[in-house]
């Protein structure tokens, strides 16, 4: 099922709004990987960063086509856990945007996720995961923040499956080194829910066979 080819800098993508480079890539059944989510180590820590990459950045969170339906059906369970400058955003904007073609989660002013909540240590979580949290829901949130620092783009033929790097998450690369523990199996959870279980068991022994 998987075919590893090397190739330096396979091709160039723009991700919200960032330039991002895809090297050494392998195939694995109708995907193209990124070999830094099985080199590069991650895990994030929101003692160190509060969460910013729900609060910076320009663009909202990437939504697929059949997720909007679902922010649609949730969002009145949703609702009660949002902070009034999110519910205000999304009754002006939207329960989501298109940016350049692209669906994407409202923004307040341009810069939090209208969906972005706020604990007792001042770190941004997600509304909508809170929702899950407590039974309310059934649906965790977005597969791109589930996802995270992983980032899939989708193509005619192929999906490629890339390391997002950003500079805000520094502290989560030096505590996934600290605990090694690379960034596939970080986001093992969300890779399973997107791909399936049987991709996720070919690219373990991808990743097996890598450190060989």
């Given amino acids: 099922m998987a075919n590893v080819t090397n190739h330096n800098c396979y091709f160039i993508t723009n991700v919200c709004k960032k330039i991002v480079y895809f090297c ?17 180590d ?28 679902i922010l649609m059906d949730i ?10 400058e999110g519910i205000a955003a999304i009754e002006n904007q939207g329960l989501f945007i298109t940016n350049e073609g692209e669906y994407e989660t409202t923004l307040i002013d341009e810069k939090d996720c ?10 941004a979580k997600c509304g909508i995961e809170e929702a899950y949290n407590q039974g309310v829901i059934k649906w965790k949130k977005p597969i791109s923040c589930h996802l995270y620092p992983v980032r899939i783009m989708d193509y005619s033929e192929f999906s490629a499956v890339n390391y997002h790097k950003w500079p805000i ?4 690369c030096t505590l996934g080194n600290e605990l ?3 960034v596939y199996k970080f986001v ?3 890779l399973i829910r997107k791909f399936g279980e049987d991709w996720y068991t070919e690219l373990e022994k991808v990743a097996q066979n890598y450190k060989k």
Avoid: H, W
């Fill in 114 to 123: 209208a969906y972005v909540i706020f604990d007792e240590k001042n770190t």
């Fill in 169 to 172: 998450c520094d502290d989560a």
């Fill in 75 to 84: 969002y009145p369970k949703v609702k009660p856990f949002l902070r009034a």
């Fill in 180 to 182: 090694q523990i690379p």
């Fill in 24 to 40: 050494r890539m392998f195939q694995l059944g109708k995907t193209i990987v990124s070999e830094d989510i099985i080199e590069k």
């Fill in 188 to 190: 093992k959870e969300a």
């Fill in 42 to 69: 991650f895990v994030c820590n929101l003692a160190a960063c509060k969460g910013k990459c729900c609060i910076d950045g320009e663009a909202g969170a990437p939504l697929e086509d059949e997720e909007l339906q």
